[in-house]
């Protein structure tokens, strides 16, 4: 066979052989070593299968690998994984093409050129790093420690303990994470006291009132969603589930809910607090759970003899359903249907979603959905809210700090988060161009960014380049040129998760504990290296208090050391050795389902499975369940008033987090106005940004599979488009198909429409993760990305970017 007609047969295997020139000519060239003739199968070769996870996502599902002499050639989810039991999303599937991308980068580089102009030039891992530690030593010798910055966008578990730990003993207080779950917790740590986003028991829920939460579309993890639901809805021993979807559009789950509830933007919570109204009007909420396991329910008297407003005195007098209905577009009968049937099939749980918390006034928001599982008991309750207890690492290395690395830690954050200026958010990404510009509150001399692109992720774009061109170090440990990294000075391109030990733990949502492990399943194939190995090595090279504070050699060490405790532990059990159900029932009555006489065996069987699993779920109705000022769940937020008390907040304050309550009212779950950028006479639509589970937010995008499958549910590919609801399609004279400008005040998009009648009137949806202008050839100019046509916004309060904040408006093009 020629070479040539090789080429044409490996055609026909479609996507797994485009862009993967490595795979084509190794194949080649064992048909040259064999002289098959016109054979081109070879003889069966050794099949193996690895159990680990994939890192495409937030929902870290189990996945199974399977290799065909040592080459991985498809994978599956693990069935006995407990996040996605066997379930895997269309960008699990496409990890081998990531793995064998073209595009992907096989070395060291160092930017030779300007920034942007996309010169480089090979350059060694023992001189990279060494430039590195040189920059590193001489901040810190100079006081100035707090000058390095570390941008994280994706990393999970042990890995975001190694990057924080790393940062806190080299002295700077600027890790900042670019994902929003950080600032998405606000909710549950001043209402619940619980610093994560507890989960949820959907196996045994009947109601599910979601806000915001595309849960079979990216939310987190939908195949954790898609799971669970299913067997909320298969129960036989009890009535089926049901999903009550409040949202700005047709998602996925809307179209798959029993009633979808169409609102109007940034007014979710105002619609949560009206359903509230109803419940205590009638009296219909969890008396028993309200009178002893909450605080400010009721008005309340302090020790000083001052009296407080409470939470029902609020709703009762502001929230009535008739001025709730008008504001959010929800009709009478929708409110209080959705209120009764909320109480009539119980347990329910509330669930807040991306559509909630990417509004300037998500933070309040957020609380007053959350408000709703407490007014029925929900918390710690069989089929509502569960919380996690934590993994037992307790004997993570405390950060050794010396004197340096304390005065260094006391500085500002460049962002500005945590400060008298934003004091509750944990945070602010989209302040860090104007900050680093201003070089205030001082320059920044080293930025480390991790699957972090905040060129194209962020409002402002061309004020993120101008930001990075202005520092004197940018480092990426990216696996893909991205439009930030062609503004980096050095790449380090970090393993494909198959090439390299994988961990993940806390996945938000999930409802019990639980530990992913992946080992390796191929060698790197280019030279390439762990994010986590370079930080770890970085971190011995400097020596003193930062080899201290990580004692690990390399990433596998750190994972290894995590196993170790758990075996300790002798809690829950390795996930396959028995069903979950067996496992919970051992595990009740003090037995633990398969010991192990010692570690050695332990940890065999934890990489042969891929993980273990406790299924103990933490009993709330104890006296000291809520971490709050009061040991309660607080209605009345006393932790938060002691923050805002701690920083000074006065009139002038409120008033540049652009809060409009005042009083106790500050203290309360309550509606805050929803702000939108853009007058709207000039800019009469509502721009809604919304993630995809093909791409989701961009990561995955450069693969072949992933954008021939992009918008299949409207018969899309390769491209992005417009959802515009058929009357104003109508109105401004575009069919379907059409070529339409989509115009906000920071510029504009060309687009095609897709009329859809999943969407609102006055408003148009765009899906994220498109528009790329570097990443790969097979991402690069498809479609656009509406992150340019939003105004720098975002809440105030939590942190979140304002995604769902601009105004735009739009016309026919003429093309």
């Not at 309040?364 to 690492?393: C, E, K, S």
């Not at 001399?445 to 402002?460: A, D, G």
């Not at 961009?698 to 918008?711: A, H, I, Q, R």
């Amino acid at each position: 066979m020629k070479r040539r007609d090789f080429l044409k047969y490996m055609g026909s295997f479609g996507a797994l052989s485009v862009g993967s020139k490595w795979l084509v000519d190794r194949l080649w060239s064992k048909m040259q070593e064999g002289q098959p003739g016109h054979q081109l199968a070879e003889a069966p070769g050794i099949e193996s299968w690895t159990n680990t996870i994939c890192r495409l996502c937030p929902g870290g599902c189990g996945i199974r690998v399977r290799s065909v002499d040592g080459l991985p050639v498809k994978i599956t989810g693990n069935p006995n994984y407990p996040v996605n039991r066997g379930g895997l999303c269309p960008a699990g599937h496409s990890g081998l093409q990531l793995l064998y991308n073209p595009d992907r980068i096989k070395e060291p580089m160092r930017r030779t050129g300007p920034p942007g102009s996309n010169q480089w030039e090979p350059i060694g891992w023992d001189e990279a790093l060494k430039i590195i530690q040189n920059k590193l030593a001489a901040m810190k010798a100079t006081g100035r420690a707090h000058h390095l910055t570390f941008l994280d966008g994706a990393s999970r578990g042990l890995s975001t303990m190694v990057f924080k730990q790393f940062l806190t003993a080299y002295g700077s207080p600027n890790y900042i994470r670019t994902d929003a779950w950080g600032n998405r917790k606000s909710a549950f740590r001043f209402m619940d006291g619980y610093e994560n986003i507890p989960g949820f028991d959907l196996e045994n829920t009947r109601t599910v009132l979601s806000f915001g939460a595309d849960l079979f579309g990216a939310e987190c993890s939908p195949v954790w969603f898609a799971s669970h639901m299913r067997s909320s809805g298969q129960n036989p021993a009890r009535p089926r589930g049901s999903l009550i979807q409040i949202d700005t559009r047709l998602s996925v789950t809307a179209a798959k809910s029993d009633k979808w509830i169409p609102i109007s933007p940034g007014t979710e919570g105002l619609l949560a607090l009206g359903i509230a109204y109803v419940i205590v009007q009638e009296g219909l909420y969890d008396q028993e759970f309200i009178k002893n396991h909450t605080f400010g329910f009721e008005d309340w008297v302090d020790t000083a003899g001052n009296k407080h407003m409470g939470f029902k005195t609020l709703v009762l007098s502001k929230y009535y359903p008739e001025a709730v209905s008008r504001i959010t577009w929800v009709s009478m009968k929708d409110i209080f249907s959705t209120a009764r049937r909320f109480v009539d099939y119980q347990p329910g749980v509330a669930i807040i979603g991306k559509g909630v918390a990417y509004h300037p006034n998500g933070f309040y928001a957020q609380m007053a959905i959350h408000a709703l599982n407490a007014l029925m008991g929900n918390l710690g309750r069989l089929g509502g809210i569960t919380y996690r207890g934590p993994l037992p690492f307790e004997a993570w290395p405390e950060p050794a700090l010396d004197e340096s690395a304390r005065l260094s830690l006391g500085k500002l954050r460049v962002d500005q988060s945590r400060s008298e200026t934003f004091p509750l958010a944990q945070d602010i990404p989209s302040n860090l161009a104007r900050q680093i510009i201003s070089e205030n509150p001082y320059p920044v001399e080293l930025l480390l960014l991790y699957k972090s692109n905040p060129v194209f992720e962020l409002t402002e774009s061309e004020k993120v380049k101008v930001a990075l061109s202005k520092i004197p170090l940018v480092v990426s440990f990216c696996s893909f040129l991205d439009e930030s990294s062609e503004f980096a000075h050095l790449i380090l391109p970090d393993n494909h998760y198959l090439e390299s030990w994988q961990e993940d733990f806390d996945v938000p949502y999930t409802s019990y504990n639980h530990f992913g492990v992946g080992r390796p399943v191929i060698k790197p194939i280019g030279n390439t290296k762990s994010a986590v190995d370079c930080i770890l090595k970085l971190s011995d090279a400097l020596g003193g208090t930062l080899t201290r504070s990580l004692p690990f050699p390399d990433y596998s060490s750190v994972i290894r050391w995590a196993a170790g405790k758990l075996f300790e532990s002798r809690r829950g059990g390795i996930q396959g050795e028995t069903n979950e159900a067996w496992l919970e029932y051992l595990n009740k009555r003090g037995w633990v389902a398969h010991r192990y006489e010692t570690f050695k065996d332990f940890w065999q069987e934890l990489i042969q499975q891929g993980g273990w699993v406790d299924t103990i779920r933490k009993q709330i109705f104890l006296k000291d369940a809520f971490d709050t000022p009061s040991k309660k769940f607080e209605f009345y937020m006393q932790g938060l008033k002691e923050e805002l008390e701690k920083h000074n907040t006065g009139e002038v304050q409120l008033e540049q987090l652009k809060i409009t309550a005042r009083g106790d009212e500050i203290y309360l779950p309550h509606h805050e106005p929803a702000r939108f950028a853009g007058d709207e006479f000039k800019y009469p639509y509502h721009l809604i940004p919304y993630e995809i589970n093909t791409v989701g937010d961009g990561t995955p995008t450069n693969s072949p599979l992933l954008m021939e499958m992009v918008g299949f549910r409207h018969y899309i590919r390769w491209d992005s488009w417009a959802e515009i609801d058929p009357e104003t399609a109508e109105r401004i004279g575009v069919s379907e198909g059409d070529w339409v400008w989509i115009e906000s005040p920071t510029g504009k998009a060309m687009i095609r429409a897709r009329i859809y009648s999943g969407v609102q009137p006055d408003m148009v949806n765009v899906p994220v993760g498109l528009g790329h202008t570097a990443l790969g050839r097979f991402s690069k100019n498809r479609g656009i990305n509406p992150y340019t046509l939003l105004v720098k916004d975002f809440d105030m309060l939590s942190g979140v970017p304002a995604t769902s904040g601009t105004r735009v408006r739009i016309y026919k093009a003429k093309v």
